[in-house]
């Protein structure tokens, strides 16, 4: 029963992580956005796998972790993204 409790605030809280992304994706801006933030969340996530690993717990909740686990990872990854994107912009700009 707890495990099914534990995958319902997963995939609440995963719901966003697509959106997140997509909105990343193509705003093309880091406005709203903490890669702070984001790291936390990583670390979090990848805390939620080492516990399923360290009690043996490998079933569909771990999955939903590394699902999750990835969209964050990607919305990071789009913040990186986006930031050299704004930077070359802001050159742009000033060349003009």
Partial sequence: MAEIF???MLVCFG???PISVWKSY???STRGKSP???I???TGYLSGIAGKI???GLNYVFAVYCINLVMVCADLLLYFRNRRLE???EKESEIL
Avoid: P
Wanted: charged letters at 20%; hydrophobic letters at 55%.
């Fill in 6 to 8: 534990e995958t319902i």
């Fill in 26 to 28: 193509r705003s093309r």
């Fill in 15 to 17: 719901l966003s992580w």
């Fill in 36 to 38: 702070v933030f984001i």
């Fill in 87 to 89: 930077l070359r912009n």
């Fill in 54 to 56: 360290a009690a043996g």
């Fill in 40 to 42: 936390a969340i990583i």
